[in-house]
């Protein structure tokens, strides 16, 4: 089962925690991402078990399906920014071990594609996508960033 289909299903047989739901779309999406574990708990005491990102991500579509006008079902810059944030410090801390000429070896030019998707989630308001998209575009960079250092180690 999906972790969509477990939240609507504890949604309609529970009033209270339909009601915290709620409380917590009308809060914002930092606050239902922060209660995301009340959630997993929950649904993880009815047998259902899901990760922390999967919860999170049925949430804030939930958020945007059922309650639209909601401030939890907009997006939110801060936390987009936090996880790109996170991103560029792992690939900075792998680009700075590189030498002047590896450095000027990185063909970067694969993160377009990935520029365009975390784009496209962006306009859709869809943080799923989003995160999805912005974990291809940190492994094109990791991949881009290892087929520099396997052809320096075989130069």
Known sequence: MKARTALLELFK?????????????????????????????ELKDRGYEFGSEEAENA???????????????RWDAEWAYQL??????????????FSAAEKEALDLSVLNA??????AARVKNDPAAFRTALK?????????????????GAA
């Open 13 to 41: 047989r529970s009033r209270e925690w339909r009601a915290f739901f709620r409380s917590c779309c009308e809060m914002g999406a930092s606050r239902l991402r922060s209660q995301t574990w009340q959630f997993r708990d």
């Open 114 to 119: 990935w520029d365009e998707r975390m784009h």
């Open 84 to 97: 790109c944030r996170g991103t560029l410090a792992r690939l900075a801390e792998r680009h700075v071990e």
């Open 136 to 152: 291809g575009w940190e492994q094109a960079g990791l991949d881009a960033i290892q087929r520099v250092q396997v052809r320096g």
């Open 59 to 73: 949430l804030l579509g939930l958020a945007r399906d059922l309650l639209p006008e909601s401030p939890a079902a």
